[in-house]
């Protein structure tokens, strides 16, 4: 499942078991891989459920109480990256060039230069504002 978090970054989850009670995910353009996840011990009735996330080589292991879905958990697992980053004077986000390096087939290839020529556009200013409209 992806999600946009209330700073416009995404969020991919990924359940562990169908039922959906165990899942992990992680936040897309952070400078370090940060992973947060519900721990497996939590129990269906309990109204305070724990979750941890892992950056850095560290663990950091918290709960949230009542009702609440993934991406609360997600915004809380940022919170949480975010002032990690902090204590330790690193850079939360990657910087991106805009630059891409692409591989696709030969045909699809040739078929993206013919619809570009079609247009009338560049094939890079082709496949940017298509792929904008993908996202």
């Known amino acids: 499942m992806l999600m946009t ?3 416009g970054r995404k969020a991919f989850i ?11 995910g992680q936040i897309a ?5 940060m992973e947060f996840s519900m721990l497996p011990e939590n129990k269906p009735e309990s109204t305070e459920k724990r979750y941890q996330i892992v ?3 560290e663990v950091v292991e918290f709960s949230m109480a009542g009702g609440h879905w993934p991406w609360d958990v ?17 850079k ?4 991106y ?5 692409l591989r696709i087939s030969p045909h699809d290839h040739a078929l993206a230069v013919a619809l570009a020529a079609e247009e009338g556009i560049s094939l890079n200013k082709y496949l940017a504002e298509n ?5």
């Open 14 to 24: 990924r359940k562990k078991n169908p039922d959906g009670t165990e899942w992990r």
């Open 97 to 101: 060039s805009g630059r891409i390096s």
């Open 5 to 7: 978090l209330k700073d």
């Open 55 to 57: 950056a850095f080589s």
């Open 92 to 95: 939360p986000y990657k910087d």
């Open 131 to 135: 792929l904008h409209v993908t996202f």
């Open 29 to 33: 353009g952070l400078s370090e891989v």
């Open 74 to 90: 997600a915004e809380k697992a940022l919170e949480l990256y975010l002032a990690m980053c902090e204590k330790n004077n690193i």
